[in-house]
């Protein structure tokens, strides 16, 4: 089984830079894609970045240009780093790990709050 803990989150003001840990541990072998998620209260929760082995990141459209995922040669945690943050990205982040037969992994979160 694979266990993954996010950190990072807290209070960052308009324009202010956030960085995003997921550290998985466990079976980590089995882990082909990571990503992370997000979910403002009363709201579905979105893709905002997601990396999969031996191959290229992908953004959300509302995060390009200023977010950045990326994975340690490890491959045992992954990073969000946020620039030039909105009120509009304050949520819940979630890091999400999938397996190479598909199932996947969620850890519980980790609150992002953008001050106007």
């Known amino acids: 089984q694979v266990q993954l803990v996010e950190s990072g989150g807290g209070l960052v003001q308009t324009g202010g830079s956030l960085r995003l840990s997921c550290t998985a541990s466990?079976?980590?072998?089995?882990?082909?894609?990571m990503g992370w998620y997000r979910q403002a209260p009363g709201k579905t929760r979105d893709m905002v970045a997601t990396?999969?082995?031996?191959?290229?990141?992908l953004y959300a459209d509302s995060v390009k240009g200023r977010f950045t995922i990326s994975r340690d040669n490890a491959n045992n945690t992954v990073y969000l780093q946020m620039n030039s943050l909105k009120p509009e990205d304050t949520a819940v982040y979630y890091c999400?790990?999938?397996?190479?037969?598909?199932?996947?992994?969620w850890g519980k979160g980790t609150l992002v709050t953008v001050s106007s």
């Open positions: 990396i999969i082995k031996g191959s290229y990141p």
């Open positions: 466990g079976t980590i072998f089995s882990i082909n894609e």
């Open positions: 999400r790990g999938t397996m190479f037969n598909g199932y996947d992994t």
